[in-house]
């Protein structure tokens, strides 16, 4: 007998199914009739092949990403460290690298690894921590991500489990509790890797691109320096970096208008993730890159890097 979640699944299915026509018609009437203001010039809509799905949304797609970048205002932070007087960044780093451990062993969404980066950073900058608490507080911002952004998160003990049973469960459900109090409950943050999926659809980059920008974006969760760059631009300079690294062009006028930075506004941050793939690998810090060196993500970790000179050119 199937379980009571799949037979409610099979229902909810057969139900959208039967709808999809009249949300189908109902779509196209609404685009026909859709505002100006969120009409897209056709040589910039990236979205006119899901213009007739209606689970894509494809006609407020831009609007949504322009919503999240006006987000980005509210969740800025600084360098949190000298706050934090039993923490340092390389404890931060092992943390992060860990917690993309987590992310692997657990199958879960890259959505969910970079928001629980994200909630430990906001809670830092909040709050005074011991370092014997930093692999909870990592823990359970993993947690609060995979019940916001997975279908099936893991359950309370799997968490526990990872932390090798150093934590009680009281201890967890508190740190909760404390971290979404810290956040005033308003987890929706914009994420790095949600821009970077959306600006790869103005080049029609292929999957071995896009890995190589996602590489890059997930490298740069270690550094504490990036901590205050906003989302989309650190996906802009990465998906920048990526298409440099790759030989195929630079910043497009597609990208301008959906990322809304130019090639002057990414330059600096793109040297700061050149610098940074160019530094000696940590051997504390394998995650990232081992995970990247795999056939699956088609070893891009091991992807050379351009000289200076070809870097600098492309950013003219």
């Not at 920008?213 to 996906?235: F, Q, T």
């Not at 990465?238 to 597609?254: D, H, N, P, Q, V």
């Amino acid at each position: 007998m199937l379980p009571f979640s799949r037979i409610v699944q099979h229902v909810i299915q057969k139900l959208l199914c039967s709808l999809y026509p009249l949300m189908l018609n109902d779509v196209e009437r609404r685009c026909e009739t859709l505002p100006s203001l969120l009409q897209v010039p056709n040589e910039f809509d990236i979205d006119r092949e899901h213009s007739g799905d209606c689970f894509m949304t494809s006609e407020y797609a831009k609007e949504i990403f322009d919503y999240l970048k006006r987000r980005e205002e509210k969740f800025l932070l600084r360098d949190y460290m000298q706050k934090q007087p039993d923490l340092n960044q390389d404890m931060r780093g092992i943390l992060v690298d860990w917690m993309v451990e987590v992310q692997e062993n657990f199958e879960l969404n890259h959505e969910t690894l970079y928001l629980a980066v994200k909630l430990t950073d906001h809670y830092l900058s909040s709050t005074v921590a011991m370092r014997e608490s930093l692999q909870l507080i990592g823990s359970t911002s993993m947690l609060i991500a995979s019940k916001f952004e997975e279908r099936c998160p893991p359950c309370i003990d799997d968490f526990l489990y990872i932390c090798d049973d150093a934590y009680k469960r009281e201890e967890l459900i508190s740190m909760e509790v404390n971290i979404l109090q810290a956040l005033n409950f308003d987890i929706n943050i914009p994420v790095a890797y949600r821009f970077l999926r959306r600006y790869a659809r103005c080049v029609q980059a292929d999957m071995e691109t896009l890995t190589l920008a996602r590489y890059v974006c997930e490298l740069s969760l270690m550094e504490l320096e990036m901590v205050p760059e906003r989302a989309s631009c650190l996906a802009s300079a990465c998906l920048l970096l990526a298409l440099i690294m790759k030989e195929l062009g630079g910043w497009t006028r597609s990208l301008q208008y959906h990322a809304g930075y130019t090639v002057s506004d990414l330059s600096p941050l793109v040297r700061k993730l050149y610098s940074m793939l160019a530094l000696p690998a940590d051997d504390k810090l394998k995650a990232v890159r081992n995970k990247y060196s795999h056939k699956v993500f088609f070893e891009v970790a091991k992807t050379p890097l351009p000289t200076v000179q070809a870097l600098e050119g492309a950013l003219k």
